[in-house]
Structure formats: C-alpha cells, structure tokens
C-alpha cells in the first residue's frame, strides 16, 4: 500500500467526490535542515515526500516510518513570503506546513486543521482575540490590544482555538475560548478560556521540537 492510500484510509473525508486527484513519484527528502529546528530537521530527513495535486491544489505528503508503521503529514509546498518573520520565512522555503496527518501520536497537533502554513499566519490573531472581547468585560479586565499586533498565528485548531508566536521573540500564545488543556497557565490579567502561555513550551522553537520528537518515536 502506497503512503497515499494509508493516508485516505486514515482521513477518506479529504477528497471529496469527483475531486481529480494526481499522484507524483516517491522521493526521498533532499532539502537539507532546518537551522533552529534540529528534531524537525532529524524527523524530516528520515521521510519520503509524495507530490499530490488534489482538485488543482498542490501538497505534499511526508511519511516516515517502517513498511508496517507508517505515519506523516499532508504539507502544503514551500512557499517565500517576503516580511514574514524570520523562522518562518526559513521554515517556509523548505517545508509549507502541515493540513492533515496520519497514523502519529496524540500532541498538540491533533485536532489542528493548519499548523505552520502560510494560510494560517493570514490570519489575525489580534482580530480573532478582539472579537471575544467579552471576556476581559465581564470581568472588568483591561482588553488587550496593540501588544498582541505583533503575535502571528501558526496553528488554527478545529474549533477555533489559535496559537500565535512573536514575530520576533518566538513567544508562544494559546488563544483558547474552547478548550480542555493540560500544562497552561493563563497570561497575568487574563481571564479563564482566554490567553495563555504553555508551560513547558515558552516558544515556537521549544512548541515544534517537543511534537517533532514525539512523532520520531516509533509506536509501542
């Protein structure tokens, strides 16, 4: 079975019907590491790529893993994005982010529908936030505004919760009205289901590693 077929019987709601599909040919990775990313880097060399076109659209599927074993993530392609932040400009212009993914272990990836492409980083953080304003109201808590101009969302979970990362520090936001997470504190001033911090992944490099790792071990 081709890493294409394991990945539509594990996500079959992907292509809808009727939608063309083209599979290119199986390639080993060849675009070098990530600088700032070892575990990334170390998950990323060991993976095949499949090119796929699905309805006009471009990814890329990157699986890893033995014959029997085998998992990865539906990628959009590496992109340049000129006045993006630093890490994710150099990010981007080897590996496009992550849309679906298969047969891996629970992390904070799971449930996410983007993580780290630039589709998601198009999305306001400071705009979403200021819609729930609500929050900080109904307990007479100072709205935050223009220091959350500079945060850039990079991971957008199914049901709307959105983490962000400085632009220029990596800091790590959680935005999360609707959540049931373990190991976050919410920012000083901020009420429950609002902002938060993870606690031990202050940054985007720290937030990327630690799931890179666990999706290099093999299952048990």
Known sequence: MSDWDRFLECVPWFVEPGSAVVVGPVSSWARGPLPG??????LLASATVTPVSVAGRPYELLAWGRSDDRRGWLCQPPSRVA???????????????????????STLWLNQNEVLTVSASRTSFADVVGQYDWLWTDEKLPLPGEELLPFVTVAIEANGNLTAAHGETGRLV???PDHSF?????????????????DAMPDVWSWVESVARDWQAPRS
């Not at 212009?93 to 298969?102: H, K, L, P, S, T």
């Open 174 to 176: 959680l935005f999360a």
């Open 37 to 42: 990313f070892s575990e990334l880097s170390a």
């Open 83 to 105: 006045g993006s932040p630093a890490f994710l400009e150099r990010l981007w212009a080897v590996f496009g982010g992550i849309v679906e993914q298969f047969g891996g272990p």
């Open 182 to 198: 373990d190991s976050v504190t919410p920012l000083p001033g901020c009420p429950r289901f609002s902002l938060y911090s993870f």
